[in-house]
């Protein structure tokens, strides 16, 4: 049974910085991919970031040079070091898996997804 548990949203000034986690059980995030998206209030889900399972990395032109994510094999746990945040970087954080190797930023290929954590950027 597959898992995620996204935690370390909240509110934060404009500038500042967050750092998502997400657990995951069910599976091992060394053998898929796995990504951060995120939905904003009357907006649809976008992705973020991706990660494949040989650690290569996809980002979103939005947050390139300012998320960086990464993930630790050995805690089988997903992350999402977001710096210089932005009020349009507000919305609820979503992670996910896929069933496949390489980094992807298409919604449609993720399987699993996590219930969300709030980011709010003021």
């Known amino acids: 049974h597959v898992q995620l548990v996204e935690s370390g949203g909240g509110s934060v000034q404009a500038g500042g910085s967050l750092n998502l986690s997400c657990v995951a059980s069910g599976f091992t995030v060394s053998s898929a991919c796995t990504g951060w998206f995120r939905q904003a209030p009357g907006k649809e889900r976008a992705s973020v970031a991706a990660?494949?399972?040989?650690?290569?990395?996809s980002y979103a032109d939005s947050v390139m040079g300012r998320f960086t994510i990464s993930k630790d094999n050995a805690k089988n746990t997903l992350y999402l070091q977001m710096d210089d945040l932005k009020p349009g970087d507000t919305g609820v954080y979503y992670c996910?898996?896929?069933?496949?190797?390489?980094?992807?930023?298409?919604?449609?290929?993720?399987?699993?997804w996590g219930p969300g954590t709030q980011v709010t950027v003021s």
């Open positions: 996910a898996a896929a069933r496949i190797g390489f980094p992807s930023l298409a919604r449609y290929l993720y399987d699993y």
């Open positions: 990660i494949g399972s040989d650690g290569s990395l």
